[in-house]
């Protein structure tokens, strides 16, 4: 019962990654529009927990024996710098996703700091960063699962 549990609340943490903004109307429809905070501040919350609640899923599917504990050559220091190069990757695809891909795309950069860069690339560009970060994301909670297994 607890992995389904785990995996609603990754499922919804994806979610309001992946659409801040009816994140924001849904929690804040009593709030005058006007007078909402800006959307993309649960972006950062949603982040910071799944960094959290991921690595504890993770955890539990190895102990209920539906995925194998991690067999790899990195140990200890090497895979905690692995593990955090990876988190702050993935973060900062989905914080700041246009950033992050002109970083990655040296033809984008241009057209990001003229501003030439039109709203539908923009949000194609700003999901498919999302996505990446999403999966970086996981990614790295599946690495730190055995530092937080009992």
Known sequence: MSIVIFIALLAM???MIL?????NDLTLFRIARKARPDADR????????????APHFFGELTKTGHIHPLRSNLNGMALLIVDIFLAVFGAAACIKPI???SRLIPRLK????VGT???????????ISKLWG???LFV????ASPLFSN
Do not use: E, H, K, Q
């Open 110 to 113: 241009n057209s990001v700091d």
């Open 99 to 101: 950033w992050f891909m």
């Open 117 to 127: 860069i039109d709203r539908s690339a923009a949000s194609g560009i700003t999901l």
């Open 42 to 53: 649960i972006v950062t919350v949603a982040v910071i927990s799944l960094l959290f609640f």
């Open 13 to 15: 943490l994806c979610c």
């Open 134 to 136: 999403i999966a970086f």
């Open 140 to 143: 790295a909670a599946f690495l």
């Open 19 to 23: 659409f801040p903004g009816f994140f």
